[in-house]
């Protein structure tokens, strides 16, 4: 079992940034490979962005540029930095793990959830 907690979402001005910390239980954590998923209210949940155990990345279209996710597997824990943050941007982001295997944004994929972190933007 893995258990994910997700933490520093928040309300930020459109242009602005945050950075959003995923904490993993498993040991080891380098074998997880992490993505971060968001969902806004009325519409299906979608992938951002996933790095796996080997450090294989990739970005959905719609944030490519602004967004980067890194890992330090001594903290167990991934990171999404979000700039340049539009009011598109509002959801209640969630990261998701499972064991291995390669980079995937569907949420299909992931076994282990988080309870999710609030990010708004305002306009």
């Known amino acids: 079992q893995v258990q994910l907690v997700e933490s520093g979402g928040g309300t930020v001005q459109a242009g602005g940034s945050l950075r959003l910390s995923c904490v993993a239980s498993?040991?080891?954590?380098?074998?997880?490979?992490v993505a971060w998923f968001r969902q806004a209210p009325g519409k299906p949940r979608e992938g951002v962005a996933c790095?796996?155990?080997?450090?294989?990345?990739t970005y959905d279209d719609s944030v490519k540029g602004r967004f980067t996710v890194s890992r330090d597997n001594a903290k167990s824990t991934v990171y999404l930095q979000m700039n340049s943050l539009k009011p598109e941007d509002t959801a209640m982001y969630y990261c998701?793990?499972?064991?291995?295997?390669?980079?995937?944004?569907?949420?299909?994929?992931?076994?282990?959830w988080g309870q999710g972190t609030q990010v708004t933007v305002s306009s």
């Open positions: 998701a793990a499972r064991v291995f295997g390669i980079c995937s944004l569907y949420d299909s994929n992931y076994n282990y």
């Open positions: 498993r040991d080891p954590y380098s074998t997880l490979r």
């Open positions: 790095i796996t155990s080997g450090s294989q990345i």
